[in-house]
């Protein structure tokens, strides 16, 4: 398993890299669209197994509110906000699991939960990427430091994870992964501070790649969750070693938005952006 995970990995990081850096925005918004649509149908499918007529409705309904938010020209921030705070009561969500598991199999509370989960991410990856020339640089390092936290975490974890971080949730998970995950979330900002040198001061990276990081780490919980709420192992197979698009954007879909919203709130977009 792990070797056709590494396979994997090897043959599309290098394709995703490029992709970002040299495909229009347009490009790269159609392209995050299929996978973005392939992991949510996977969640309906996890959600309403026996229903795929609401299944393609909630999914359409998805695909309408993320082009008009990213085309139309609409404020996006308030989403990233709404992001915020919903990703937060998730993380209560986990915390306090198997309580509450009643919350997230309610029917009437799916659509917003799919609005929340997989519009922002969407959307905020793709704002950024269009944003200026600079953009998918900001893109590539966002996904650097969420790959960067997932290696992390796995290689801290075989060789010194020990105590579970929350085993009700996800048995595979430690403290000694968190720690690896943060540490190099860390190093690879570190690494971009000093190759591009941005107009910003260091602590303020070091802050933000803490904050995604935790976000990373509670939107892979939050996917454990609902495996076990729903009662599955992965959330697909199309990817060998990996599981289903939902398992590889699960960080990706609670970290982008935050890590936008970063950008707008806290360093100034237009500052963030003019790297020298």
């Known amino acids: 398993m792990f070797k056709l995970r590494l396979l994997s990995a090897i043959i599309l990081i290098p394709l995703v890299v490029l992709g970002l850096l040299y495909l229009p925005s347009a490009y790269i918004a159609v392209g995050s669209g299929i996978v973005f649509i392939g992991a949510a149908w996977e969640w309906l499918r996890m959600a309403m197994p026996q229903n795929p007529l609401r299944r393609a409705m909630l999914l359409t309904l998805l695909i309408v509110v993320a082009s008009n938010l990213l085309y139309i020209g609409l404020n996006e921030e308030w989403i990233y906000w709404l992001a915020l705070m919903c990703w937060l009561c998730g993380f209560i969500g986990i915390c306090y699991y198997p309580r509450g598991t009643a919350i997230w199999q309610e029917v009437m509370l799916q659509p917003f939960v799919g609005l929340v989960m997989f519009v922002p991410g969407w959307v905020a990856f793709n704002q950024l990427h269009s944003y200026s020339a600079k953009g998918p640089i900001w893109v590539l390092l966002g996904c650097c430091l969420i790959w960067g936290a997932d290696i992390g975490a796995y290689c801290t974890g075989k060789l010194w994870g020990k105590e579970k971080l929350i085993p009700e949730v996800s048995p595979g998970k430690t403290w000694a992964g968190f720690y690896g995950a943060l540490a190099a979330g860390m190093l690879i900002m570190s690494v971009f501070y000093l190759w591009f040198k941005p107009s910003f001061p260091y602590v303020y990276a070091l802050w933000l ?54 950008l707008h709130m806290i360093f100034n977009t237009d500052i963030m952006l003019s790297v020298r």
């Not at 919980?221 to 699960?250: A, C, T, W």
């Open 209 to 262: 790649a803490l904050i995604v990081v935790l976000f990373a780490v509670v939107g892979d919980l939050v996917e454990s969750l609902l495996k076990r709420v729903y009662g599955f192992k992965d959330s697909g197979n199309i990817i060998p070693g990996h599981g289903g698009f939902y398992d590889r954007i699960d960080s990706m879909l609670a970290a982008f938005p935050i890590y936008v919203l970063g």
